[in-house]
């Protein structure tokens, strides 16, 4: 598996309503080898998803609001293939501390990539 950040990176963020609660989710992209690259800072309304791309790689990300100190993030990895084909390659659900860092990591230290978040609430 081989990726490059070279290529486009594009972020497609539901827009808040008055009234629900915000969730500003920060999150570092990190190749197996490489060093870990920052994505720009996305702000969603709790319990709706959000897309983040990477090269060929899409994460769908729905963080929810668990209790007054915790999030729940569901997260949907997606790799696009040749020929307009795509691949879902791992749909974990973490339960976290807002403010804290939560990691999901896919593959292995040669051919891997971790995706680190961090959620808080915004006001």
Known sequence: MKLTLDGTISLLVAVPGARAESLKIDSTFTEAGRQPFKL?????????????????????????????RSVKIETKIVRAGAAGTSKVVSRPTILTALGKAA????????????????????K
């Open 40 to 68: 720009p800072a996305v702000t969603v309304e709790s319990g709706k998803e959000t897309v983040i791309r990477v090269a060929s790689w899409s994460f769908f990300v729905t963080a929810t609001r668990h209790d007054e």
């Open 103 to 122: 990691t999901i990591s896919v593959g292995d230290e040669q051919e891997g990539f971790s995706l680190e978040q961090i959620v808080t609430a915004t």
